[in-house]
């Protein structure tokens, strides 16, 4: 515990510390960027045959599904197909996401309704914008343990799978040293993100790891590309699956499966 503390720590002061040497950069960079639509077509619907199983993505841009052309080719539905395939079951999904939110605007804007069915599974992308918000450690830890809170109090049954804060550090659209700064940040707010799920059941940490190849991003250079939507649904649905397919009423974790 001492010792991610200290490091923990020490990314913090050395974020701090270098940021200001590439601020015009971020400011170049969020003037000249590309600005993407979130994707087309509905933010329901449902995959298989079988026991229903119902799955809620709730979050930021990934979630919106900004670079592919409909939310059903983004994550939120390729999570769904992927589960349906590997538990053989009917999956009934929907998406919550906007671009944009942070961690507590999640919690503030998209949570489902009280009266809502509980979901069996939701995933969860949060972080990015929490970091490039220059949100401090305190308010993205607030934030982070805040909507999961929430999210268990709808569904108190249901597994919750977080999705890792990228390393950006790999993303084309900024600039060095822009980049590794940022990547600083987004490693110890993932590290965060990591120790606030030992502290929940059934909540699971999915890492998230990014290919710098250009074709691995939409054509903003930041969000993902269709490809890699299929490769993270892929990711994401086996994890659940190894979640499911054991006693998951204590599991908790970080897990990075396999299909």
């Known amino acids: 515990m001492m010792k991610r503390g200290l490091g923990a720590f020490i990314r913090g002061m050395l974020f701090w510390t270098l940021f200001p040497l590439a601020i015009p950069q971020a400011i170049r960079v969020r003037r000249s960027a590309p600005r993407l639509s979130g994707a087309a ?9 079988g026991k229903k199983l119902r799955l809620l993505a709730i979050g930021d841009s990934i ?11 983004a994550l939120p539905g390729q999570v769904a197909a992927e589960l349906a395939r590997m538990l053989e079951r009917e999956v009934v999904w929907s998406a919550s996401g906007r671009i944009g939110a942070t961690s507590s605007s999640t919690a503030e804007h998209l949570l489902p309704p ?4 509980p979901f069996d599974v939701m995933v969860v992308s949060v972080g990015v914008n929490d970091v490039t918000s220059l949100k401090t450690m305190s308010q993205w830890v607030a934030g982070l343990g805040g909507l999961l809170d929430d999210l268990r109090s709808h569904s108190p049954g249901c597994v919750i ?5 990228p390393p950006l550090s790999s993303f084309p659209l900024l600039p060095q040293p822009l980049r590794s700064i940022m990547g600083i940040r987004a490693r110890a707010f993932d590290d965060a993100a990591r120790h606030e799920v030992t502290k929940r059941r059934k909540v699971l940490h999915i890492p998230i790891e990014v290919d710098p190849g250009p074709e691995r991003f939409s054509a903003d250079g930041f969000h993902p590309s269709p490809a890699s939507y299929t490769e993270l649904g892929r ?3 086996a994890a659940i699956r190894l979640v499911m397919n054991c006693d998951s009423s204590t599991v908790s974790g970080s897990f990075s499966g396999s299909p």
């Open 41 to 49: 077509g509905p933010t329901s619907g449902r995959f298989g045959s």
């Open 63 to 73: 979630i919106a599904g900004v670079g592919a052309a409909t939310v059903a080719d």
């Open 114 to 117: 009280a009266e809502t069915e």
């Open 161 to 165: 799978a977080l999705m890792g804060v």
């Open 235 to 237: 990711q994401i649905a």
